[in-house]
């Protein structure tokens, strides 16, 4: 039986930063679904089953800790992680960690950083 994949959705409205970060972690053999807005990510959150997501803070306009909330609410055991360009901003790590986040990257660090962030909070089942 072959083993199955992890599926992330990965939130952010950069398309250089969406695509970059998914060819990464599907060369690491993981299943990556892409949005650009809250909308977009509920629907396909509807749709779909996660292991995990990675958020972008700041959407075009939105707020993603505005979506970290509505995905608590449907997907509270959902681990999620805030990634964010703004640096390590202490008071908005504390309101991601306070609204549930279970991790807190920044774009500056590797991707080698964001995937292992990623696989310590993946349920057994789906880490690698």
């Known amino acids: 039986m072959a083993a199955v994949k992890p599926h992330i959705l990965f939130v952010d409205d950069e398309p250089p930063v969406r695509e970059m970060l998914a060819l990464y972690f599907r060369k690491k053999s993981f299943d990556v679904t892409t949005a650009v807005t809250i909308k977009e990510a509920m629907e396909s959150m509807d749709k779909c089953r996660y292991d995990a997501a990675i958020l972008d803070v700041n959407l075009a306009g939105e707020n993603g800790l505005e979506l970290l909330s509505s ?4 997907h509270a055991k959902l681990p999620v992680i805030m990634f964010t360009a703004m640096g390590e901003d202490q ?20 991707l080698d950083a964001l995937f292992n962030e990623v696989c310590r909070h993946l349920p057994k089942r789906a880490a690698r």
């Open 91 to 110: 008071a908005l790590l504390d309101q991601a960690m306070a609204a549930g986040a279970d991790g807190f990257m920044c774009k500056t660090q590797t």
């Open 71 to 74: 995905i608590r609410e449907k």
